[in-house]
């Protein structure tokens, strides 16, 4: 009755899926509520193909069966087997009725999956959370995505302990039971799978909004919280309303039920869940205000908010066959919720925004023991599949077909695909199939992309021929083999470019062979072959290739540029996202430079180019905080062949050295007055782009400067009218070890005491001081009454903050950082599997450190594998750390 891995790992495969023998058209649920215990009441309407009938089998985890009767008979226990989280019954036909009623204990719920209780016995609240296979943690079912059933669900509870009952669907009526218990009821018409399940019972305070759709059918979004959270939900109604109107405009869905119920919790493994008619939220994704979110947060909350609701179309009205197709679901949903943060904020910051979160969360997974393609071909435990690969990379990918389709052919593709598919549990295969058949196109050949694993690596290289006036480009493809993958195809690689003379202008295509186009000054070109060369004709000068502009494909590009083309781009690529490209490529190759000690030419480019740009009031004040920040730590070490975490902090702040002192002590300083002459509690663009800046520059001066920063910082910190420049300036204070940052965090300590996503942050913020001093301040913050490993937040906070985003920090080379979180894992692992093997993820990319902290890493992870009873979860991920 549990997922410990003494039961042996089974492995599922993609090429093992069968539809199901059985499946449940009506399913019945009644629900009496208790903390302790909950019984659940269920009556399921069975269909089967009549010409083969297979042995009923449903999924059951940790269910105390009180009472089982097939149409209506109780079943003797000769007719029936729970066993193994599979319970067979015997006797059941198409058309067969089969009640069940189970105990669960919510309480002792610490995996947060199934029925749990969020905060304290006395005021917390119950929720489920199904997704992926939660439900048969509730009640018996066949609990897989291609099951689809409608709902008719009854809560049962206390009414003073509970007065607030919620299930997804329309509600059905609501009254008095005689015994001081309350009931309500819901009905979803919408054939769902179960993994769409919810249910939420508590004291929660609601704000409401009325919502007409677009085709004029009015409606209710609420909005659920705790008492003290609820003022903070104001921003995301507002952008659930925004989410709202511009699925109906960029995609012609509306919304299909009366109500709309979305509920904070601040106990959550994920980020939110798109449960039908009730989404439930990490209350870090929901809840926003000025004192205690920054800017970013807000961001963060804008697009979840609208991330969940737009799986109401892709999820919930088309959802997933198997679980293999997460991506189905998520890559297409990213990919909505990124169009729809770009439309809402600046198109060229989401992209740099999105893509930088690629390379820094998916690229290392794609290059490391945990490489998987976007449709993987196996698992054992799904949850371990909600990974940056399934949703960035897999947004990637269906932007890769949305450019290949034009604005208005991806629209009747995705037309096509919602009414061809309504109501179904579809495949990837169907997606690219309807894609394709609404435009004319066979879009077959990326399906390649997404059976695939490893970043493919693009590399160009130009020739100028001046006695013809021709430029030919020669691009090559090439990816590393990866686990299970030891020979890689070519794959259609969709190269966005234009070429600038070397004054900087954008000159017209002549592609040789190909009239379409002529004169464009930017094309598409599709390398699908190991190698392919392009010639341009007409062209003047040598010319500067712009590529992959807008990032037009998920693969790394190596190109001979030299250091002057790059900073030519720099200074007068007119997109955005190439732009800040040309700057981050330079930094890199700057970065090579002071490794190598050798010449400083890339860094002269870099650092001239920007500090140009630097004085030049044209650009905008957001773009130039990204332009001025080189690629982090962990894009850098994917530069090395041996990692040392420390040597690449190091040179990253020696890059960053060398830029200040270019830009010049004054000139900073000058500059970060100015903008904060400007502070405002406005969330406006400006206002945002004016703080980004600002923190960026007071950065810069503290690399040469650290006396004149940290007085800065104090100051802003003291008169910080919001949590960006509040937290901004703490961490200047923190990482630079000020004699100021004792006293605001203490100050930051007591303000926020009641606060738990500001003490989330309290946490991180020290968990990123770097150096191996940090080790002592982790375990120093965890003795902290505030810390505990049952909540999910507060773990990330600390351990994942410092594992994962703190590399020179945690990668001591004694070995005592692996050491500490080994340790935790198995403690965490005995609570929470999900977020443990989560966590675990942080040791990827511990082949590549050199020779000191790879023993000593191996030894840690070997360590833990070694352990007996670890989760499914956890087994899975340290094993394929070590394969
Ligand atoms: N479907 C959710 C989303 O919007 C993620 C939920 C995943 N939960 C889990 N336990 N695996 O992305
Ligand atoms: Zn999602």
Redesign the pocket.
């Known amino acids: 009755m549990t997922n410990r891995s003494d039961a042996s790992p089974t492995l599922i495969r993609l090429s093992d899926y069968q539809a199901p023998a059985w499946r449940v058209s009506r399913v019945e649920l009644t629900f009496d509520l208790g903390i302790d215990a909950t019984e659940v009441t269920s009556r399921l309407q069975l269909a089967c193909d009549p010409t083969g009938p297979a042995p009923l089998r449903l999924d059951g985890e940790g269910l105390t069966l009180l009472d089982i009767q097939l149409d209506g008979q109780p079943l003797p226990e000769s007719a029936w087997r729970y066993q193994d989280n599979v319970l067979e019954v015997d006797g059941a036909r198409d058309g067969s009725v089969l009640e069940t009623r189970v105990r669960v204990t919510p309480a002792a719920n610490t995996a947060l999956?199934g029925l749990y209780l969020s905060g304290s016995r006395e005021t917390g609240f119950l929720l489920t959370?199904c997704?992926?296979e939660?439900f048969r943690h509730i009640t018996f079912f066949l609990d897989r995505p291609d099951v689809l059933a409608s709902y008719t669900v009854t809560l049962r509870a206390d009414r003073e302990r509970f007065p607030v009952l919620l299930a997804g669907g329309n509600p059905d009526g609501h009254g008095e039971l005689d015994d001081g218990r309350h009931w309500a009821r819901f009905v979803d018409p919408h054939p769902k799978p179960s993994y769409l399940f919810a249910l939420v019972a508590g004291r929660l305070q609601k704000i409401e909004r009325d919502y007409v759709t677009g085709s004029g059918r009015p409606l209710q979004l609420v909005i659920w919280a705790e008492a003290d959270a609820i003022r903070h939900c104001g921003y995301a109604m507002d952008a659930l309303e925004r989410a709202m109107r511009w699925d109906e405009q960029a995609y012609g869905r509306e919304y299909d039920l009366d109500v709309f119920h979305v509920v904070a919790t601040h106990d959550f493994?994920?980020?939110?869940?798109?449960n039908k008619g009730l989404n439930i939220f990490n209350a870090k994704y929901l809840l926003a205000d000025p004192d205690s979110s920054t800017d970013e947060e807000y961001r963060a909350v804008e697009a979840v908010v609208a991330?969940?609701y737009f799986?109401n179309w892709s999820?919930n009205r088309v959802t997933c066959r198997d679980w293999f197709q997460l991506s189905l679901?998520?890559g297409l949903?990213v990919f909505r919720e990124q169009q729809f943060s770009a439309d809402m904020n600046s198109p060229a910051l989401k992209r740099i925004e999105d893509v930088a979160l690629l390379r820094r969360a998916q690229f290392p997974e794609d290059a490391g023991p945990l490489a998987h393609p976007v449709r993987p071909a196996q698992y054992s435990e799904?949850?371990n599949f909600?990974t940056a690969t399934v949703?960035e990379k897999g947004s990637e990918l269906v932007r890769m077909v949305a450019g290949r389709l034009g604005r208005d052919g991806f629209r009747r593709g995705m037309d096509q695909y919602f009414s061809r598919h309504d109501g179904q549990a579809a495949t990837l295969e169907d997606f690219l199939g309807a894609l394709g058949d609404a435009n004319g196109i066979d879009l077959g050949a990326y399906l390649a992309w997404y059976a695939q694993a490893g970043t493919p690596r693009l590399t160009a290289r130009g020739r100028y021929d001046a006695a013809h006036r021709t430029y030919t480009l020669t691009l090559s493809q090439h990816t590393a083999p990866t686990p299970g993958q030891p020979h890689k195809r070519a794959l259609p690689i969709p190269v966005k470019l234009a070429l600038f003379d070397p004054r900087g202008r954008m000159v017209p295509l002549h592609l040789a062979g190909n009239g379409a186009d002529a004169g464009a000054s930017e094309r598409v070109l599709v390398v699908d072959k190991a190698e392919q060369s392009f010639v341009f004709e007409q062209v003047e000068a040598a010319p500067v290739p712009s590529l992959l502009r807008g990032f037009s494909a998920p693969v790394i590009l190596e190109c001979d540029y030299a250091p002057a083309d790059l900073a030519l781009l720099l200074r007068h690529d007119p997109d955005g996202f190439n732009r800040w490209e040309a700057g981050q490529q330079l930094a890199a190759r700057a970065y090579d430079n002071l490794r190598e000690g050798n010449s400083s030419a890339a860094l002269d480019a870099w650092c001239e180019a920007l500090s140009a740009l630097f004085g030049d009031t044209s650009v905008d004040a957001a773009l130039l905080a990204d332009l001025l920040t080189p690629p982090g730590e962990i894009e850098l070490s994917e530069r090395e062949r041996q990692v040392n975490p420390s040597h690449v902090h190091a040179l990253r702040q020696q890059l960053q050295e060398h830029l200040a002192l270019r830009i010049g002590r004054e000139t900073l300083e000058q500059r970060y007055t100015a903008l904060a002459a400007h502070t405002s509690l406005e969330l406006d663009a400006a206002s945002q782009a004016r703080r980004r800046l600002k923190r960026r520059v007071l950065e810069l001066l503290a690399r040469i400067d650290p006396w004149a920063a940290h007085g800065l910082a104090t100051l802003q910190y003291d008169n910080a009218p919001n949590m960006t420049d509040r937290l901004g300036a703490l961490a200047v204070l923190v990482r630079g070890d000020a004699p100021q940052a004792h006293a605001a965090l203490a100050h930051f300590r007591e303000r926020y005491a009641d606060n738990p996503l500001a003490m989330d942050k309290w946490f991180s913020v020290q968990a990123l001081l770097p150096g191996a001093v940090v080790l002592e301040r982790v375990r120093q913050l965890e003795s902290d009454p505030a810390f505990t490993l049952k909540n999910p937040n507060r773990v990330n906070s600390l351990f994942g903050a410092w594992a994962r985003s703190n590399p020179d920090g945690f990668h001591r080379p004694d070995g005592s950082g692996y050491q500490l979180l080994a340790e935790r894992l198995r403690q965490l692992d005995a609570l929470n599997p999900?977020v443990s093997a989560r966590l675990a993820t942080a040791f990827n990319g511990w082949q590549r450190l050199e020779p000191t902290r790879h023993a000593a890493a191996r030894s840690a992870i070997a360590a833990l594998a070694a352990h007996p009873g670890l989760s499914r979860n956890l087994t899975e991920i340290v094993q394929s750390m070590l394969q």
Do not use: P
Not at 269 to 274: D, I, K, L, T, Y
């Open positions: 999956e959370q997704e992926a939660g493994n994920m980020g939110a869940m798109e991330h969940e799986h999820g679901k998520e949903t799904i949850n909600y949703y999900q």
